[in-house]
């Protein structure tokens, strides 16, 4: 496998294929009303979108005729009908680019909370479950390294395991320029910053997180030491990200990590990744349970791999008003994940 590269002028061509399927339709922006919480005095920003509780519902999975869902596997005797899959063939007015050697590609988030959200798939079908391979990261960090100009550069998560947010079997990462996270905040977003660049450089911050994480500088012995020239087929990147891995499956009494090397990943997590940091946090739980003043149930936090931004997003007034009331309900919620 050769370099993967990025186009020199990503951010741009994100920012005006965004414009494009926004003014056409093709992207469905979900605007937001936004706060920052305070976590043990980390900053956190909620959003609340009402207009996401009506984002379209994928199609139930289809029915054999004993009544049983469909595997999807599209093998064998089962008679299952393969499932959907938004990455096999998406929309052309969604694709952003094609990265060179074609291993991956970059198409729109059709369904936008931050505008020009934006995901890297493999074009290949790859297991989301599987371990990320060297091509993965090394396609990520091209894309990272494209946004080293541009105002807060790039958050790159990945959503892996049942625990972790993840809704589709497609290997994809996700995106987020954090010029655009920052919009709607309080002050321009003064006082916020993401998550994963402070844990980064604060081992205190680190510390008061209410979830475990394990976090690897990028840039400790050599500044360009992971970026694309340096690492052109993200072998450095990689042995960081197994680091990282092998750390949480031990925290979390998982066997036999020691030397996996590939295959289904033996726990549940998400990964973040900035220029300058890569994280890790282990997942139990999608998220937890929110409650009124009152004590009465309101609805159920879910997180996913933007934990790691410091981001949260509710899609109701009663969870939204549930955590403004009650800033130590999002640290509640954090601890259990």
């Known amino acids: 496998m050769g370099r993967i590269r990025a186009p020199y002028n990503l951010p741009e061509l994100v920012r005006s294929t965004f414009a494009r399927a926004k003014a056409s339709g093709d992207v469905n922006f979900y605007p937001t009303q936004a706060a920052v919480l305070h976590v043990n005095s980390i900053p956190f920003q909620l959003r609340f979108s009402p207009s996401l509780a009506n984002k ?26 393969k499932p959907f899959d938004p990455f096999a063939d998406p929309p052309p007015a969604l694709v952003v680019a094609k990265l060179e050697p074609w291993t991956h590609y970059l198409v729109l988030n059709k369904f936008a909370i931050v505008p020009e ?37 790039l958050f790159v998560f990945f959503n892996c395991g049942e625990h972790s947010g993840a809704s589709q079997p497609h290997r994809h990462l996700q995106l987020l320029p954090v010029a655009r996270m920052r919009d709607g905040l309080p002050a321009g977003g003064a006082g916020w910053e993401v998550l994963a660049a402070r844990l980064g450089r604060e081992q205190a911050a680190v510390d008061k997180v209410p979830f475990p994480c394990f976090v690897e500088r990028l840039d400790d012995d050599d500044d360009a030491m992971f970026g694309a020239a340096a690492d052109p087929e993200g072998v450095a990147l990689r042995g960081k990200y197994l680091e990282l891995y092998r750390r949480a499956c031990e925290v979390m009494g998982v066997k036999g990590a020691e030397q996996q090397m590939d295959g289904e990943a033996r726990i549940s997590y998400n990964l973040a990744m900035t220029r300058d940091v890569m994280v890790l946090c282990p997942r139990r739980s999608e998220g937890a349970a929110l409650v009124a003043g009152g004590g009465d149930e309101v609805g159920k936090l879910a997180l996913n791999g933007t934990v790691l931004a410091g981001t949260a997003l509710v899609k109701s007034e009663a969870e939204w008003d549930a955590l403004r009331g009650d800033p130590e309900q999002l640290g509640r919620v954090l601890a259990r994940i």
Do not use: E, M, W
């Open 56 to 81: 379209p519902k994928p199609p139930p999975k289809p029915t054999n005729p004993d009544g049983n869902s469909s595997s999807g596997s599209g093998g064998g005797g089962g008679g299952g009908t």
């Open 117 to 153: 959200h934006f995901i890297l798939a493999t074009t290949a079908f790859a297991a989301q479950t599987d371990l990320l391979d060297a091509a993965d990261l090394a396609a990520a960090r091209a894309c990272v390294d494209a946004y080293a100009d541009a105002d807060g550069g």
